[in-house]
């Protein structure tokens, strides 16, 4: 099954199924469901069985074209990724391979639809993009068995894992450099890890206003999904709606020789296989405001 976030009206989010060429509006089948997919995932084996009824049919409520898809899960309870997670990766950046997974965080508040502007900010010019396959969490866990973390993983999506290169090199921590509002766009919807037979042989690619940048296959991950699952559950609790970006691969703008930094206007579209692309323009942050629709 195929999970989405949308809306008609600015301001009111549903939650859909992804079938019969649109949007089946869950809500109006199924009454009582949660209202949001985070609740929806944290419930899941309450709702699978009508849901999978639900995605049969043969008729969408509404078409693609006349909704807005947000964020699957507009406000992840952690954003988690990993560094240098391809060997074409590292050798672009010149760094050493890690001895151990290198793991940053997100903020929450960096979550952004898989359509929406992702902003180039009022304090950086060195703005960057990095595809990538992301993982949601279905269960909460801990201490999970490599040979396991498959039974905690409830779906992928493709992300881009935005990053302003300045500011991620202030300090040794990545944090505030890859935690900018509106640099974790992904979806464009959650694809259930069932449809998914191996995570790990899918071609992932981003294109930068149509050109070819990134070009590879999750095959080329260093450390899996399952592995960093594994990893990042010794330290933490994970629990359902909780996002993990899997690493990039070689091709980012900072790597090129002069740098490639994203302007605005830049469109950038980041694709995978077997489960869909996200693209997002860039546009200069305006000043201070109460908040942007993610």
Not at 11 to 32: F, Q
Not at 113 to 121: H, K, V
Not at 217 to 240: G, I
Request: glycine letters at 8%.
């Amino acid at each position: 099954m195929k999970l989405a976030t949308f809306e008609t009206s600015p301001g009111h989010p549903r939650i859909g199924l992804i079938a019969a060429g649109g949007i089946i509006d869950i809500a109006r089948h199924l009454p009582g469901t949660p209202a949001d997919n985070l609740s929806l995932i944290a419930t899941w084996t309450d709702w699978q069985e009508a849901l999978a009824g639900l995605a049969s049919r043969n008729q969408a409520d509404l078409q693609l074209a006349s909704v807005t898809l947000l964020a699957p899960v507009p406000r992840p309870g952690k954003i988690l990724g990993i560094g240098l997670n391809y060997a074409d990766h590292v050798a672009e950046s010149g760094m050493a391979p890690p001895p151990a997974q290198l793991w940053f965080a997100k903020m929450p508040t960096a979550a952004n639809g898989p359509f929406a502007a992702i902003d180039l900010p009022l304090v950086s010019d060195a703005l960057d993009y990095e595809a990538e396959l992301a993982f949601v969490i279905g269960r909460r866990c801990r201490h999970v068995s490599r040979e396991d973390a498959h039974r905690y993983i409830f779906g992928y999506c493709a992300a881009n894992d935005v990053t302003v290169r300045d500011w991620q090199f202030h300090t040794s921590q990545f944090l505030l450099g890859k935690s900018f509002d509106t640099h974790a766009p992904f979806g464009p919807w959650i694809v259930t890890a069932d449809e998914i037979p191996d995570p790990h042989r899918l071609p992932i690619r981003c294109f930068v206003n149509g050109e070819l940048r990134q070009n590879s296959n999750t095959r080329h991950l260093v450390f899996d999904c399952f592995a960093q699952l594994e990893h990042l559950s010794k330290v933490m609790t994970l629990e359902p709606g909780d996002l993990v970006l899997t690493g990039t691969p070689g091709g980012v703008g900072w790597a090129d020789k002069p740098t490639r930094a994203l302007h605005s206007g830049d469109r950038v579209r980041v694709e995978i296989d077997g489960i869909g692309a996200i693209e997002n323009v860039v546009q200069r942050e305006e000043g201070a405001s109460a908040g942007k629709k993610r």
